[in-house]
């Protein structure tokens, strides 16, 4: 099956080397008056949540959507799951194995239970104006680090090469997200983050079982129940139902 088109509007800028897509995004930003798909071969100094060192072999997959957002930062932060969706979408459009991915909160897409891809959002912006966001994103297409170099409990990686034996060119697979990508968010600016959470809830990762759900030196476990409309984690816990902002999550 081939891909939808381009999404018209969106520029495509594509990199041999760079230290990471979200920083070249945020040099990029002020030059970019649309929206903009920015992709390396590789990263030297590529990131994930809460500064951990995300490991940026060639052959996977490295890109940041570039945005300038009109809504509060509130609203802007809830895009993680308009990501999260569109790189579902795409997985699901290549490999045609609906029932193997799955979405752990807040930003993580799962495949056969073993963490696929991440998603980072930085935002620069005064006040209530976020002048541009960055949504970086990463896929093991073809190699996943080991295990020993991630977080005890944490999910461990697995790349879609071992997993299903299907091998994707990273320039294909953004010929992929791309579009799926502008599908979701023009719902997400159309109809609000209602839809969005739906769709979202409806691949949630281990919806109505036990999670533990870690802030700081803080962990709380319980049964995880819903997202909430601001995009809250809610869990059902011995002293009754919690929301959850901003958590590491662990099953």
């Not at 795409?90 to 993580?108: E, I, M, R, S, Y």
């Not at 320039?171 to 983050?193: C, H, K, T």
Request: charged residues 20%.
């Amino acid at each position: 099956m081939s891909a939808d088109p381009w999404p018209e509007g969106v520029a495509r800028h594509a990199l041999e080397t760079v230290d990471s897509t979200n920083a070249m995004a945020a040099r990029l930003a002020p030059s970019l008056s649309g929206p903009a798909w920015i992709q390396a071969g590789e990263q030297t100094a590529g990131r994930g949540r809460r500064g951990r060192h995300w490991t940026s072999p060639r052959g996977n997959f490295y890109a940041t959507y570039l945005m300038h957002p009109t809504e509060t930062p509130e609203v802007v932060a809830l895009r993680s799951f308009v990501a999260a969706l569109a790189l579902r979408d795409a997985c699901v459009a290549l490999t045609g194995l609906p029932q193997a991915f799955a979405l752990k909160w807040p930003n993580d897409v799962l495949l056969n239970g073993g963490k696929l891809a991440g998603i980072l959002l930085e935002s620069i912006g005064q006040g209530a104006r976020v002048q541009h966001l960055a949504i970086g994103i990463g896929v093991n297409l073809i190699g996943a680090p080991a295990v020993a170099e991630v977080e005890p409990g944490a999910v461990p990686p697995v790349s879609l090469l071992a997993e299903t034996g299907l091998r994707v060119d990273p320039v294909a697979f953004l010929d992929r997200l791309a579009p799926a990508y502008a599908r979701r968010e023009e719902s997400f600016a159309r109809y609000g983050f209602g839809p969005t959470r739906e769709a979202w809830l409806a691949h949630a990762a281990r919806l109505g079982e036990p999670i533990r759900a870690r802030t700081g030196h803080d962990l709380r476990e319980g049964i995880f129940e819903t997202v909430d409309a601001s995009g809250a984690l809610v869990l059902k816990t011995r002293d009754g139902r919690v929301a959850i902002p901003a958590a590491e999550v662990f099953f």
